[in-house]
């Protein structure tokens, strides 16, 4: 099991960009598929997006559709996600994962990173 670190969070305004990114610690990496998820203060952890490492085929929650991107670098084993239009609700830490299935569920993926802070704020 790879360690995975993200990267590029910070503090955003409303309607701002931010793009994060997830590599692995000390080696290079693929897997069936990866994912976003995300989690703010007292509430529980919520999927946001997921990516076959394949085919890019990719799958988002409604409230980030045509706003996020996720996407993937094979060669540096890289998983990104642009965040556009950004609200105060994306406020949250955001956690990248790995698994074996592309899917929307915390339990389909075994190989997690600490998390990036993002806060959207006036």
């Known amino acids: 099991q790879v360690q995975l670190v993200e990267s590029g969070g910070g503090l955003v305004q409303p309607g701002g960009s931010l793009r994060l990114s997830c590599a692995p610690s000390?080696?290079?990496?693929?897997?069936?598929?990866m994912a976003w998820f995300r989690q703010a203060p007292g509430k529980e952890r919520e999927f946001v997006a997921t990516i076959k490492w394949s085919d890019a085929a990719s799958w988002y929650t409604d409230s980030v559709k045509g706003r996020f991107a996720i996407s993937r670098d094979k060669a540096n084993s890289t998983l990104y996600l642009q965040m556009n239009s950004l609200k105060p609700e994306d406020t949250a830490v955001y956690s990248c994962?790995?698994?074996?299935?592309?899917?929307?569920?915390?339990?389909?993926?075994?190989?997690w990173g600490q998390g990036t802070q993002v806060t959207v704020s006036t």
């Open positions: 000390g080696r290079t990496f693929s897997t069936y598929a």
């Open positions: 994962a790995a698994g074996s299935q592309f899917s929307v569920r915390a339990a389909a993926y075994n190989i």
